[in-house]
Structure formats: C-alpha cells, structure tokens
C-alpha cells in the first residue's frame, strides 16, 4: 500500500523559514518523479514544485520561484520541500504526490503551513 506522510508544517511569521518533510512507504520511491501540492483555504488545488527520481531535475511554480527548495534523499525514501521568506499567501495545507507535475492531492493528509504575524 502506496503512503505518503507530511510533516513539518506549523505557525511562522512572515519573512521565516520551514521545512517539510515526506517520508513515503509502500513503493520505489527512488523510481518515482514527486511533487508538492497545496491548497490555500477556500481555493482549489495548486501545483508547487516536482523533481524527478534521481533528484537531477526540479520544476517550481513562479509563485515560490527563488524562495523554496525541492530535494529527496533515496536512501530515506524521504521528500523535502525547504520553503524560505515565506509570505501570507503561502498560507495552505502541502501534500506530496508521486508523479510530476500532479496538480491535487490524492489522499494523503497533508500538513499546514501558516503565515501569520
């Protein structure tokens, strides 16, 4: 049975750091391309940032360009998503998909992030 598990997220004022993790069971992981997703309250699904298996290659929606940072460790079977400057908008609950480029949740329960003074 595919898991996926999030955590990480919590409170943090604007202009601050966090770092999420997804520790992923069940299957390959090494084998499969990953994602981050996000769901801000009373919005749909939005797409965040992908890598691929290896970890070589990354992808990131222009809105967290230049502030977050996608990675994986294989050997951890583990997702990490480094998200810096954070702002209020970025406030949503983040889950990680397998896939690229997946644009919604499939299940998992996510974590919240919120930005708040």
């Known amino acids: 049975e595919v898991q996926l598990v999030e955590s990480g997220g919590g409170l943090v004022q604007p202009g601050g750091s966090l770092r999420l993790s997804c520790a992923a069971s069940?299957?390959?992981?090494?084998?499969?391309?990953m994602t981050w997703v996000r769901q801000a309250p009373g919005k749909g699904p939005e797409w965040v940032s992908s890598?691929?298996?290896?970890?070589?290659?990354?992808n990131y929606a222009n809105s967290v360009k230049g502030r977050f940072t996608i990675s994986r460790d294989n050997a951890k079977n583990t997702l990490y998503l480094q998200m810096n400057s954070l702002k209020p908008e970025d406030t949503a609950v983040y889950y990680c998909?397998?896939?690229?480029?997946?644009?919604?949740?499939?299940g998992s329960q996510g974590t919240q992030v919120t930005v708040s003074s």
């Open positions: 998909v397998r896939g690229w480029g997946v644009s919604s949740p499939r």
């Open positions: 069940g299957f390959t992981f090494g084998r499969f391309d």
């Open positions: 890598i691929n298996s290896a970890g070589g290659s990354t």
